[in-house]
């Protein structure tokens, strides 16, 4: 685990929760980028169709905390974190898992969002892509720290989804496919 995410486990009071007591939260999910941007604009463009980054951030998301729980949240689930290839503002796409993605803010910010979280007895839950990294082909050497081809499976595409092997063993969307 690199020292960013031992820091940000450390900081936390509470570092895990029981199934059950999740099951008692009622979770607001939130594409970080897509939420709230750390000036209030509202009238920047950005397309929604469109793969780019329009703004939303950490700081964004703590500014609207009293927001979420007027709704009735009580925990946020936000977008990967890590440094992400290009414009895939979604966090599907990460390339180095020891920085984080800069366009959400800095590893402060998300310290920051996350004491905030807990001060007002909001949980907070990282989404973690564990399957593929960010569509590189079979250029390892641009991920970190998974940048060796043992890292990886076999080159092959997903046909079949009702074919385990392929499931399994094989890309989604051509995403190189982890070999955990």
């Known amino acids: ?18 199934a059950q007591e999740w099951k008692e939260r009622s979770i607001y999910q939130i594409i970080t980028d897509r939420f709230y941007r750390d000036d209030g604009s509202l009238t920047a463009p950005c397309s929604l169709d469109e793969s780019h980054y329009c703004g939303g951030t950490w ?7 009293d927001y979420i ?8 689930w936000i977008s990967p974190i890590p440094e992400n290839l ?25 310290k920051n969002l996350v004491a905030a979280c807990h001060d007002k ?16 082909d079979l250029d390892f050497s641009k991920v970190t720290p998974f ?16 074919d385990y092997n392929q499931v399994e063993y094989c890309r ?3 995403l190189p496919d982890l070999n955990q």
């Open 59 to 65: 700081n964004g998301i703590t500014s609207q905390l």
């Open 1 to 18: 685990m690199n020292k960013f995410l031992q820091a940000l486990l450390l900081a936390s009071p509470t570092l895990a929760h029981s």
């Open 86 to 110: 290009g414009n895939d503002f979604h966090g599907y796409a990460a390339l180095n898992w020891e920085k984080v993605n800069e366009h959400f803010g800095t590893e402060d910010d998300l």
């Open 172 to 174: 989604m969307a051509n």
């Open 69 to 76: 729980k007027g709704m009735g949240f009580n925990a946020i």
């Open 121 to 136: 007895d909001i949980w907070v839950m990282l989404d973690v892509v564990a399957n593929h990294v960010a569509p590189v």
């Open 147 to 162: 940048n060796d081809p043992d890292h990886y499976h076999t080159k092959c595409q997903i046909s079949n989804y009702d």
